[in-house]
């Protein structure tokens, strides 16, 4: 069955950088767009990023733009988040998401990880 | 850019019809879908391409979405419907709203 697991959250200083990565399994991952979605505590849902399924298009919210890049080794069926120049307000449960249509960038989200918190506080 | 607005709370009895709506601006030309998330958890897709249940969700969950609206009922609700809903918009982008807490009382 689909699995996806997020790891590489943490406790960071403002300013300092983390990349979190994303194994997937149990589906041909080289196929699907992936995204990374967060959500402060007690906050709502905000979407971060995508990679196209073949790696060659990205698009960022314009919250972590410049600041956060997408990436993806589909020999290793992992999606990572490389985050610089981290603020307070990155501080959230990011997870990685899957959508649904094989032939897509955009759509729903068939499939999350179990998520991973990230802390920036000095 | 695009914004997507729910209302922060729903309160309904058990067995009583739930309805969380999602609204924006002509938002029945994009593709919607609908989240349950419960404490401590991973969000789960309980309603795509506006008006699709995915396999496991019950028949009591539906969606429609016109004009400026997409909407969730869950009806005959049950105390294991309590969580939040979020809805997604998406086309060329993709959105989510702030989220309805479903209180079953």
């Known amino acids: 069955q689909v699995h996806m697991v997020e790891s590489g959250g943490g406790v960071v200083q403002p300013g300092r950088s983390l990349r979190l990565s994303c194994a997937a399994s149990g589906f041909s991952f080289s196929d699907y767009a992936m995204h990374w979605v967060r959500q402060a505590p007690g906050k709502g849902l905000e979407w971060v990023a995508l990679i196209a399924f073949n790696g060659k298009s990205e698009s960022y919210a314009d919250s972590v733009k410049g600041r956060f890049t997408i990436s993806r080794d589909n020999s290793k069926n992992t999606v990572y988040l490389q985050m610089d120049s981290l603020r307070h307000e990155d501080t959230a449960v990011y997870y990685c998401?899957?959508?649904?249509?094989?032939?897509?960038?955009?759509?729903?989200?068939?499939?999350w990880g179990q998520g991973t918190l990230v802390t920036v506080s000095s | 850019s695009y914004e997507l607005t729910q209302p922060p709370s729903v309160s309904v009895s058990p067995g009583q019809t739930a309805t969380i709506t999602c609204s924006g601006d002509k938002l029945e030309n994009k593709y919607t879908c609908w989240y349950r998330q419960k404490p401590g958890q991973s969000p789960v897709l309980v309603m795509y391409?506006?008006?699709k249940r995915p396999s496991g969700i019950p028949e009591r969950f539906s969606g429609s979405n016109s004009g400026n609206t997409a909407t969730l009922t869950i009806t005959e609700t049950q105390p294991i419907d309590e969580a939040d809903y979020y809805c997604?918009?998406?086309?060329?982008?993709?959105?989510f709203g702030g989220g309805t807490k479903l209180t079953v009382l």
């Open positions: 391409q506006d008006s």
């Open positions: 998401a899957r959508v649904s249509n094989v032939d897509g960038d955009y759509g729903d989200f068939d499939y």
């Open positions: 997604q918009a998406w086309d060329t982008s993709t959105v």
